[in-house]
Nanobody, 121 residues
Framework: VQLQASGGGLVQAGGSLRLSCAAS????????MGWFRQAPGKEREFVAR????????STADSVKVRFTISRDNAKNTVSLQMNSLKPEDTAVYYC???????????????WGQGTQVTVSS
């Protein structure tokens, strides 16, 4: 499974961005999907996840209410809607696919290349 993340960019604090993750395989519906991010000098951290059929999802406390994850299995895509962005949201965002329902990186088998999100104050 090849994943391609897109939608990053530069935005002012309080603004919004929508990240997308497109998958090459038609079996994306077989995987739970997650978004992670890595800020400069920090470890990669969990942001959001959604179950393989989209029936369950969760977000990290740091982005709760502001970020929403969704998926469209017919289009093999997963999205992350980010609202009320803060400078501390600045990071490279990665999408990932895996068979485990988890917030840990080890539970994901396939990773996209990452897309940069920069939030200016």
């Amino acid at each position: 499974v090849q994943l391609q993340a897109s939608g990053g960019g530069l935005v002012q604090a309080g603004g919004s961005l929508r990240l997308s993750c497109a998958a090459s395989a038609r079996t994306l519906s077989s995987y739970h999907m997650g978004w992670f991010r890595q800020a400069p000098g920090k470890e990669r951290e969990f942001v959001a996840r959604i179950s393989y059929r989209g029936g369950a999802s969760s977000t990290a406390d740091s982005v709760k209410v502001r970020f929403t994850i969704s998926r469209d299995n017919a289009k093999n895509t997963v999205s992350l809607q980010m609202n009320s962005l803060k400078p501390e949201d600045t990071a490279v965002y990665y999408c990932a696919a895996g068979g485990l329902w988890t917030t840990t990186q080890e539970g994901y088998d396939y990773w996209g290349q990452g897309t940069q999100v920069t939030v200016s104050s």
